[in-house]
């Protein structure tokens, strides 16, 4: 299942903090083999067939099937560039 860190948590909620049951939604954009993209957007709520991940209260994440596929075994984090954006980047689990 996909991993939220608490960065990229911090972030969804400053996005979604005009909506109670807002969250970021992860959808597969162009399945083209193994470079699949995809679309985040933020969505006032989850679609029918989306996974949603988060708590009652907290941030949401809501996966469209082949998104929930695709980053089963992935971290959400969000990376700052020089310029000091901040931009979501899915990365591998670290297995220990």
């Known amino acids: 299942m996909l991993t939220v860190t608490e960065a990229a ?13 807002a969250g970021l939604r992860l959808a597969v954009q162009n399945a083209d083999g193994e470079s699949a993209q995809l679309a ?9 067939g989306d996974s949603v ?9 809501f996966l469209e099937p082949q998104a929930a ?8 984090d ?6 000091g954006g901040v931009a ?7 297995t220990s």
């Open 88 to 94: 979501f980047a899915v990365l591998p689990q670290h």
């Open 53 to 61: 991940l988060g708590a009652e209260e907290g941030p949401k994440v």
């Open 69 to 76: 596929a695709l980053l089963e075994d992935k971290v959400l």
């Open 40 to 48: 985040l957007s933020v969505a006032p709520e989850p679609a029918e």
């Open 9 to 21: 948590a911090e972030a969804i909620t400053a996005l979604t903090s005009q909506g109670a049951d």
């Open 78 to 83: 969000v990376q700052e560039d020089e310029a």
